[in-house]
């Protein structure tokens, strides 16, 4: 009966192991097909928004406006790279 039980644990540890690493697998896999799938937003928004957006809160930094959103919003709208 002893021996039952310890074989019977063994199978469950092995199979927990098994199950544990499949599901990394799975997650990892998720992972890179998400990194994949977003890097076209993550090219536009390095090369369209962040520098921008850098230079805003650089600016609100150096101000230190009353209220720090309307003041970067307000510098998007005049340092939009595409009105100008």
Do not use: I, W
Not at 13 to 22: A, G, K, Q
Not at 36 to 61: I, K
Request: glycine share 2%; charged share 25%.
């Amino acid at each position: 009966m002893a021996q039952e039980t310890t074989l019977a644990h063994v199978v469950r540890t092995r199979l927990h192991s098994l199950e544990n690493r499949r599901l990394e697998e799975v997650k990892r896999e998720e992972t890179e097909l998400l990194e994949a799938q977003s890097a076209p937003l993550r090219n536009y928004l390095m090369t369209y928004v962040m520098p921008t957006l850098m230079q805003g809160l650089n600016e609100c930094c150096k101000v230190r406006p009353e209220d720090p959103v309307d003041f970067l919003a307000e510098y998007l709208f005049k340092h939009n790279p595409a009105m100008l």
